[in-house]
């Protein structure tokens, strides 16, 4: 079981949310998979708000190498990113 260390959750939860906006869902639920094992890891067991800054910042740095590499890749194949276009009759 885990236990969260004293601090305002309610307001890291807010900080953590705008630090986070435009992370997939996919990533945010990765991100709380990492807060998990970090503190079963952890000597006590205790989720802190260190886990949680450490755990967010790795996550928003892969995101940076994500958006980095689907743009290179966007130079070299445009429609990658574009949506299809329909069809108007």
Known sequence: RIKVADFDFSAKCRQIAADTEGLSG????KLGVSWQASTYASADGILTE???????????????????????????????LEPPRTRTT
């Open 26 to 29: 996919r990533e945010i639920a």
């Open 50 to 80: 260190s886990i949680l800054d450490a755990r967010v910042r790795e996550m928003i740095s892969q995101h940076k190498k994500k958006v980095e590499w689907l743009n290179e890749d966007s130079t070299e194949n445009k429609s990658y």
